[in-house]
């Protein structure tokens, strides 16, 4: 059985495009994959975070991560604050990298540009994310595209490390999923859909309610063309909303083109708003039962004790290649 790690930060509350890029696959892998799920807080703070906000948005992800189906009997969800061992590998990586490679990070410099006073967490951001991954043996790290350069060097790291001090880590293999892996905003359909956008219509939020939702998906950018077909080049908007609509439906992209054809969006939209309010339903009601539960602090309090388990073996092999070890343990 393989090992699947993958984070996401709790920064804002969740969207459509997390659910359907990444959390919706992460239900169907862990049938036969063993799963390690983290809320990565510590990444949250590379830049300036309110801490009861950030108490609040990491208790609300896990909440989400188990409405939308996350089972943990099957899978380990766990805090990355509560597993000290990511920040002790994560300096060894740190002091395995080279800044040269750091700087050349294109969210480095995308969020670093023109300001003053950047965090240094914002440069050594991948290192840390390298040791969440190789803390776990992880065979496979399901991610968006816009991740694909750090975990290049994840990889680079970890061959980096085996080939100095010994062969201690798992070089991951990076996939992304070809169906859903990059829903795009509402407003601005060139770009990917963000829970940090500033437009609040650029984005359907998981915890959206249905008026919410039609709205939203109402003023949605189209064209003046006023066809229902597939064209991401010359229809980017309309192209966004059928894969948000296929993937919520089931329903093929082919198929959808053929049943609104000569109907126009008007329609098509509020069909759209019916299915994502429909689906996000049975979500939304398990996660208010979730949120304020103990059931909530059981979960992540097992997911902690299972997550440190592992991730100490691989920090003490690591640390002993180092030499940073004074006696076996």
Request: hydrophobic share 35%; net charge neutral.
């Amino acid at each position: 059985m393989k090992t699947i790690f993958s984070g996401i930060q709790p920064s804002g509350t969740l969207t459509i495009g997390n659910y359907l890029g990444a959390m919706k696959h992460f239900v169907e892998l862990q049938d036969d994959h063993d799963c390690f799920f983290c809320i990565v807080n510590q990444h949250a703070i590379t830049v300036p975070q309110d801490k009861a906000a950030l108490k609040q948005q990491t208790r609300s992800l896990a909440a989400l991560y188990l409405a939308v189906g996350i089972d943990p009997d099957k899978s380990t969800l766990f805090i990355q604050s509560e597993v000290p061992a990511h920040a002790q590998l994560a300096w060894m990586l740190q002091c395995t990298s080279y800044i040269g490679e750091l700087e050349r990070m294109t969210q480095f410099k995308d969020k670093s540009a023109g300001k003053e006073g950047v965090s240094a967490g914002l440069l050594t951001y991948p290192p840390l994310m390298a040791a969440d991954i190789l803390l776990y043996k992880t065979d496979i790290v399901p991610v968006g595209e816009d991740q694909k350069q750090h975990l290049e060097l994840t990889r680079n790291l970890a061959e980096r490390f085996n080939s100095k001090f010994n062969e201690i880590f798992t070089v991951p293999e990076v996939r992304i999923p070809k169906v859903g892996a990059r829903i795009m905003s509402l407003t601005e359909p060139e770009k990917k859909m963000s829970k940090s956008a500033e437009n609040q219509k650029s984005f359907i939020s998981m915890l959206d309610d249905e008026n919410t939702i039609t709205k939203k998906i109402k003023s949605a950018v189209t064209d003046s063309e006023g066809t229902v077909r597939y064209d991401k080049e010359n229809k980017p908007g309309v192209a966004n909303l059928l894969s948000i609509y296929s993937i919520f439906s089931g329903e093929t992209i082919e198929n959808l083109e053929k049943k609104y054809e000569g109907k126009g969006y008007g329609e098509f939209k509020s069909d759209l708003a019916e299915v994502v309010a429909s689906a996000l339903k049975p979500i939304q009601d398990r996660y208010h039962e979730l949120i304020n539960s103990k059931e909530l602090d059981d979960i992540l309090d097992q997911g902690a004790e299972k997550a440190n388990r592992r991730a100490f073996k691989t920090l003490v092999k690591a640390e002993r290649a180092m030499g940073l070890e004074r006696k076996r343990r």
